[in-house]
């Protein structure tokens, strides 16, 4: 009897741990929902509505829409190899992408599909110029990390974050159009401000930001 409540707990918790993404399952980590790869728009279709949108709702993305965008950004799609859904110079995967909301800062690990909170802190006003970015329900901020490129020169590993970056970036795109949602990147921003509040480190590097919400109703 012992042996079956036993078994019948660790399904539920096993059974919790999947179905409660938001659960915080280390410090200051959440785990997302394992993203759902086989579905979505046919990808010429998803090609034809992608757009930039400056507008959006207030509604937040469900957990499983948030899990399916990041994986779509820069998941892991070859587990074995550690190679991502978009492409990267000499595979560097320099590009690291920080999700910015009403909730505070945090980070995206591909290789553990989690997030790490890095502020509690609202910082989605120093994500760009426009005045959408303060309501958008959800904003990328794409950084470069040189240190991962030890074996380029400066222009190079600038030239390289920009090609990076801009990959996830039409990921993020074509996975909105798919889902209906709007989305927008941009690079007007102040990076000097915005790095400083990400309390982000020498050799780390702001290369874009991209809005992510549904589109406002008209």
């Known amino acids: 009897m012992k ?3 036993y078994s019948f707990l660790t399904t539920i918790l096993l059974m919790s741990a999947t179905i409660l993404p938001d659960s ?3 410090q200051d980590v959440t785990l997302l929902l394992p993203p759902q790869t086989d579905g979505g728009m046919p990808l010429m279709k998803a090609l034809k509505n992608r757009k930039t949108s400056r507008e959006f709702a207030g509604k937040d993305l469900s957990a499983q829409q948030l899990s399916n965008l990041l994986w779509a950004a820069c998941g892991i799609n070859r587990p074995d190899e550690k190679k991502r859904t978009a492409p990267s110079a000499m595979n560097y995967q320099e590009v ?3 999700v910015s909301t009403a909730k505070g800062l945090f980070l995206y690990n591909p290789e553990k599909h989690n997030l790490a909170e890095i502020l509690k802190e609202d910082i989605r006003a120093k994500t760009g110029k426009q005045d959408f970015v303060k309501t958008a329900p959800l904003t990328l901020v794409y ?3 040189y240190s991962k490129m030890a074996k380029s020169d400066e222009k190079t590993k600038e030239g390289y974050a920009m090609a990076d970056a801009s990959f996830i970036s039409e990921n993020v ?9 709007a989305t927008g990147v941009r690079a007007m921003i ?3 401000a915005l790095g400083k509040a990400m309390k ?4 780390q590097h702001i290369i874009l930001a991209q809005s992510v919400g549904f589109p406002a109703e008209k």
């Open 173 to 181: 795109y074509l996975f909105c159009a798919s889902e209906g949602l």
């Open 24 to 26: 915080l399952i280390a």
């Open 200 to 203: 982000l480190k020498p050799d």
């Open 3 to 5: 042996k079956i409540i």
């Open 190 to 192: 102040d990076k000097d």
């Open 143 to 145: 950084v470069a990390d």
């Open 96 to 98: 690291d992408v920080y």
